[in-house]
């Protein structure tokens, strides 16, 4: 996250190279860089970079590209290289078009959901276009990946010419199970309606090529401490904390220099400033009863914040600053005395059964994408039920447990541990029901019975222990480890007064 200005220096944080690379090289999505070694979407970098006064987000993008050449000796040409992507072409030999009047703005504008849904009303996405051509409706659904659909960029093949008016509605992936025979595709509502067609093709497309790229930068200034000190703990400037009204809606927003929470319980603010799981409800110990119970309001404001020169989509205020910000309130204002310490958690491992994994290409990148490799079936249009599908190539077993926690969530919440005891990177697909349509991934996705592939649902779901299973011929077993912990030693439960 990042790549703003703040406080006369730029900012990005937990970026991998791909995002630090992407950034620099002003690129809308990574799909357009190829080449590069295995840890380039893998390990991640924070980068905080005094910047002159007046620094623009492009310059400071300029002095970014600078700074992975130096530091990291970054080393990348353009040229041709074989990606994947969805390539849109007419279907059947003519589109299903109405040319435009030339009235609209030339975007696609999405449709809300109605205010007062009957019982069982399944959402549908609808996009108005109005005065749009092809080409850039290629990269509308490019940018919001088709309803979870398309997993690789979207190409215009057509050849067609001019701007169109037209309508799209279709069925979000994620409720295409709960819509049945109504739910309609991407792929069905651009055949239908526009008489277009989409198809996975892996062709050589212009790329940012990376030949060559450190993994360890060069070592900072000795004088860094004197260059870039730190800066003074931000804080509020002044906050209201009020206990909330009976009835009123729970949630927060950051505008400007306002930080606005309403009607949320203090143990959702703890988890958030101390960035705690909020599934692990053992993260926190000595929470008294009324932690979950008792909701408050806030109201806060801070000078602290992006420079009127960042980027338009740049956030208010830096997360890492709120949690801070944060932090410090409620410590002042509910006298917490707090502390950290490791104590037992229980989570999960994974141990070999009957692996069934593909060697994998020891020079192809790390990571998971959602949705099938080029080349390869998507379950989930003819099985709706296993609504979940990743692809992931070249990692080893520990990396498969840490990505096992983010691809997961309702099953898995921390880190997996390896016990398989093997060895080399892998390659593997596989595929799953989300957690809301299946019992286990109930609660806090530790299944009650001892063994954690419990039993798919009679309506076809498959629980992410059983894909595990069933796919990898691996198991995912319950296991006790010291993990961090925050011990709240006090805590009033009045605030301080305002």
């Given at each position: 996250?990042?790549?703003?200005?703040?406080?006369?220096?730029?900012?990005?944080?937990?970026?991998?190279?791909?995002?630090?690379?992407?950034?620099?090289?002003?690129?809308?999505?990574?799909?357009?860089?190829?080449?590069?070694?295995?840890?380039?979407?893998?390990?991640?970098?924070?980068?905080?970079?005094?910047?002159?006064?007046?620094?623009?987000?492009?310059?400071?993008?300029?002095?970014?590209?600078?700074?992975?050449?130096?530091?990291?000796?970054?080393?990348?040409?353009?040229?041709?290289?074989?990606?994947?992507?969805?390539?849109?072409?007419?279907?059947?030999?003519?589109?299903?078009?109405?040319?435009?009047?030339?009235?609209?703005?030339?975007?696609?504008?999405?449709?809300?959901?109605?205010?007062?849904?009957?019982?069982?009303?399944?959402?549908?996405?609808?996009?108005?276009?109005?005065?749009?051509?092809?080409?850039?409706?290629?990269?509308?659904?490019?940018?919001?990946?088709?309803?979870?659909?398309?997993?690789?960029?979207?190409?215009?093949?057509?050849?067609?010419?001019?701007?169109?008016?037209?309508?799209?509605?279709?069925?979000?992936?994620?409720?295409?199970?709960?819509?049945?025979?109504?739910?309609?595709?991407?792929?069905?509502?651009?055949?239908?309606?526009?008489?277009?067609?989409?198809?996975?093709?892996?062709?050589?497309?212009?790329?940012?090529?990376?030949?060559?790229?450190?993994?360890?930068?060069?070592?900072?200034?000795?004088?860094?401490?004197?260059?870039?000190?730190?800066?003074?703990?931000?804080?509020?400037?002044?906050?209201?904390?009020?206990?909330?009204?009976?009835?009123?809606?729970?949630?927060?927003?950051?505008?400007?220099?306002?930080?606005?929470?309403?009607?949320?319980?203090?143990?959702?603010?703890?988890?958030?400033?101390?960035?705690?799981?909020?599934?692990?409800?053992?993260?926190?110990?000595?929470?008294?009863?009324?932690?979950?119970s008792d909701r408050f309001d806030i109201l806060?404001?801070?000078?602290?914040?992006?420079?009127?020169?960042?980027?338009?989509?740049?956030?208010?205020?830096?997360?890492?600053?709120?949690?801070?910000?944060?932090?410090?309130?409620?410590?002042?204002?509910?006298?917490?005395?707090?502390?950290?310490?490791?104590?037992?958690?229980?989570?999960?491992?994974?141990?070999?059964?009957?692996?069934?994994?593909?060697?994998?290409?020891?020079?192809?990148?790390?990571?998971?994408?959602?949705?099938?490799?080029?080349?390869?079936?998507?379950?989930?249009?003819?099985?709706?039920?296993?609504?979940?599908?990743?692809?992931?190539?070249?990692?080893?077993?520990?990396?498969?447990?840490?990505?096992?926690?983010?691809?997961?969530?309702?099953?898995?919440?921390?880190?997996?541990?390896?016990?398989?005891?093997?060895?080399?990177?892998?390659?593997?697909?596989?595929?799953?029901?989300?957690?809301?349509?299946?019992?286990?991934?109930?609660?806090?996705?530790?299944?009650?019975?001892?063994?954690?592939?419990?039993?798919?649902?009679?309506?076809?779901?498959?629980?992410?222990?059983?894909?595990?299973?069933?796919?990898?011929?691996l198991k995912l077993e319950k296991v006790t480890?010291?993990?961090?912990?925050?011990?709240?030693?006090?805590?009033?439960?009045?605030?301080?007064?305002?």
């Open positions: 996250m990042g790549g703003f200005l703040e406080d006369g220096r730029y900012i990005l944080r937990q970026a991998t190279m791909l995002d630090l690379i992407r950034t620099a090289y002003g690129l809308r999505d990574s799909n357009g860089i190829q080449g590069g070694p295995a840890w380039l979407d893998w390990d991640r970098f924070d980068v905080i970079a005094k910047v002159p006064p007046g620094t623009t987000t492009e310059q400071a993008r300029l002095m970014l590209r600078t700074l992975l050449i130096d530091r990291f000796k970054l080393v990348t040409h353009n040229g041709d290289a074989p990606m994947p992507a969805y390539i849109m072409t007419v279907a059947n030999g003519k589109p299903k078009l109405k040319p435009s009047d030339g009235s609209g703005d030339g975007e696609c504008h999405g449709q809300p959901q109605p205010p007062n849904p009957p019982p069982g009303y399944v959402p549908t996405t609808t996009l108005v276009c109005r005065n749009k051509t092809i080409a850039s409706l290629a990269g509308t659904l490019t940018n919001n990946h088709g309803g979870g659909y398309l997993n690789y960029p979207v190409v215009d093949g057509t050849g067609i010419k001019g701007a169109y008016d037209f309508d799209l509605t279709w069925t979000s992936i994620y409720f295409l199970q709960q819509a049945g025979t109504a739910g309609v595709t991407i792929f069905d509502s651009l055949e239908k309606e526009l008489g277009l067609k989409l198809e996975l093709k892996t062709e050589p497309r212009p790329a940012l090529i990376v030949d060559s790229v450190n993994e360890e930068p060069t070592p900072n200034s000795p004088e860094l401490a004197k260059l870039l000190p730190p800066l003074p703990p931000p804080q509020f400037d002044v906050a209201v904390i009020r206990p909330s009204q009976a009835g009123e809606r729970g949630g927060g927003r950051i505008q400007g220099d306002e930080v606005n929470v309403q009607n949320l319980p203090l143990r959702f603010l703890i988890n958030f400033a101390w960035d705690l799981n909020p599934n692990t409800p053992a993260q926190i110990v000595g929470a008294p009863k009324w932690l979950d806060a404001k801070t000078t602290a914040g992006v420079e009127p020169n960042a980027a338009p989509n740049a956030p208010p205020i830096e997360i890492e600053d709120l949690r801070s910000m944060l932090r410090a309130l409620l410590i002042d204002r509910f006298q917490m005395k707090v502390h950290m310490e490791d104590r037992p958690i229980e989570s999960y491992k994974l141990v070999a059964v009957d692996p069934r994994l593909t060697k994998a290409n020891p020079a192809s990148r790390t990571g998971c994408n959602q949705g099938p490799a080029p080349g390869g079936k998507d379950p989930r249009l003819t099985h709706p039920v296993l609504n979940m599908l990743v692809t992931c190539r070249n990692m080893t077993m520990a990396e498969i447990g840490v990505e096992f926690s983010q691809i997961a969530p309702g099953y898995i919440y921390d880190p997996v541990l390896d016990d398989t005891g093997i060895k080399g990177s892998w390659d593997f697909t596989l595929s799953w029901s989300s957690a809301n349509l299946t019992r286990a991934g109930a609660g806090n996705g530790l299944p009650a019975s001892g063994d954690a592939t419990k039993p798919s649902d009679p309506n076809g779901a498959v629980t992410f222990y059983d894909a595990v299973s069933k796919e990898l011929g480890r010291p993990e961090p912990v925050l011990v709240i030693d006090s805590i009033d439960e009045q605030p301080t007064a305002n």
